[in-house]
Nanobody, 124 residues
Framework: QVQLVESGGGLVQAGGSLRLSCAAS????????TGWFRQTSGEEREFVCA????????VYADSVKGRFTISRDTAKNTVSLQMNSLKPEDTAVYYC?????????????????WGQGTQVTVSS
């Protein structure tokens, strides 16, 4: 079993930066691919980015490529999301998710564990 807790959300002006963290419990987390998704009210959960279990491969949605960076610290059992050049359209609840396998995927249905989410609001 893996439990995920996100932190680092908040309110920021357009063009600013935020860093989200996902802290995980469970010894096997280090081998789990981990992703970030986001969701706004009334919309489907949207893929943002993911990192493989080894940390060697990352995948990004086109909308965040070049602005967001995902990384994992195996020793600390954390996955972080550095978000730069934020835009109002990045406003959403951001969720950390982990899947019981090393391959990073983009579909939310392939992830087994989810955090409670953290709100990110970007003002114009």
């Amino acid at each position: 079993q893996v439990q995920l807790v996100e932190s680092g959300g908040g309110l920021v002006q357009a063009g600013g930066s935020l860093r989200l963290s996902c802290a995980a419990s469970g010894r096997t987390f280090a081998s789990y691919a981990t992703g970030w998704f986001r969701q706004t009210s009334g919309e489907e959960r949207e893929f943002v980015c993911a990192v493989s279990g080894s940390g060697g491969r990352t995948v990004y949605a086109d909308s965040v490529k070049g602005r967001f960076t995902i990384s994992r610290d195996t020793a600390k059992n954390t996955v972080s999301l550095q978000m730069n050049s934020l835009k109002p359209e990045d406003t959403a609840v951001y969720y950390c998710a982990a899947r019981g396998g090393p391959v990073a995927t983009t579909q939310p249905g392939t992830y087994d564990y989810w955090g409670q989410g953290t709100q990110v609001t970007v003002s114009s």
